[in-house]
């Protein structure tokens, strides 16, 4: 009989906790959520002991603080590729040092993306995802993402790696180790065609290439009366002549 009763309690006592943890549930969102005033992405990155390097560079390019002050006005929060030490130094010698701080700045902001992005979603994107360097100097400054179940790759034209450690997954702010520096190709791609050579040394060869250079401009200029295409006919005279003057050079 007391077991019944106790037992019907306990059924009416279930209930009324069932009926109310709709409540209590909508409720939660108003806890403690992670203030982004609090993310300290050098704290995140010095309790791993191997971003030496990139936290140094966050600090030198002052990248470190703005992505302080942009997880405290965006909502969108914020996603960080951290190469580590190891990742640097198997760059090519000097490789940062040849940069310009401009394009360390550059190299830097190319690690971070505007928004958070869980590595589901990374598998999720559309190709190629912008960085906050994208639209320096006009280039694209895109990472791709590609990945096959929960292996997600990221990709710059230049290099590939997979993403194997997540230092930090939360929202607003997702951290990921990478084992490679991310070189875009607007730093790293082929360069341009190298700067003309410089004016041939031996004065004499130089001279008469340039007195071999005037002749078919000046045909050119006759014909282009009625051809219309003596800037082409020059342009080329001028190829042809500097051609003989680098042959010249090499004599
Ligand atoms: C962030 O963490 C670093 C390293 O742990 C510490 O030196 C720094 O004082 C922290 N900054 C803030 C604002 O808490
Ligand atoms: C990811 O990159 C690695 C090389 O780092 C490559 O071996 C692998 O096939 C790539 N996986 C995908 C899904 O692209
Ligand atoms: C990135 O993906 C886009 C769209 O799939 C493609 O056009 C582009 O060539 C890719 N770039 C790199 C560097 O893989
Ligand atoms: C260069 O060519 C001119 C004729 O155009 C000639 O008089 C002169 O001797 C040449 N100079 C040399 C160093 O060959």
């Known amino acids: 009989m007391a077991s019944t009763s106790l037992s ?37 990155l010095d309790k791993n002991g191997q971003f030496k390097t990139f936290i140094r560079l966050l600090a030198t390019t002052q990248i470190g603080d703005q992505i302080k002050n942009q997880l405290k006005s965006s909502t969108e929060g914020m996603t960080v590729f951290a190469p580590t030490d190891n990742a640097f130094s198997n760059l090519k010698p000097g490789t940062l040092n040849a940069l310009s701080d401009q394009e360390q700045v550059q190299l830097i902001l190319y690690h971070v993306l505007s ?42 034209g230049i290099i590939e790696t997979q993403i194997n450690n997540v230092l930090r997954g939360e929202s607003p702010l997702a951290v990921y180790q990478v084992d490679k520096v991310l070189l875009p190709l607007e730093l790293f791609g082929a360069k341009p065609p190298a700067l003309p050579p410089p004016p041939a040394k031996a004065p004499s060869s130089a001279k008469n290439a340039t007195a071999i250079a005037e002749e078919p401009s000046a045909s050119a200029s006759e014909k282009s009366d009625h051809s219309g295409s003596g800037g082409r006919n020059v342009g080329f005279g001028l190829a042809v002549g500097l051609g003989l003057m680098c042959m010249g050079a090499l004599w």
Not at 13 to 42: D, E
């Open 8 to 44: 019907l309690i306990l059924l009416a006592l279930s209930t009324f906790l069932l009926v109310l943890s709709p409540y209590a549930q909508a409720q939660k969102p108003s806890a403690p959520a992670p203030s982004p005033s609090h993310l300290n992405l050098t704290g995140i």
């Open 115 to 156: 928004k958070f992005y869980s590595l589901d979603t990374l598998l999720t994107v559309s190709n190629p995802v912008r960085t906050q360097a994208t639209g320096q100097d006009g280039g694209i400054f895109g990472l791709n993402f590609t990945g096959e179940g929960n292996q997600v790759n990221v990709s710059t």
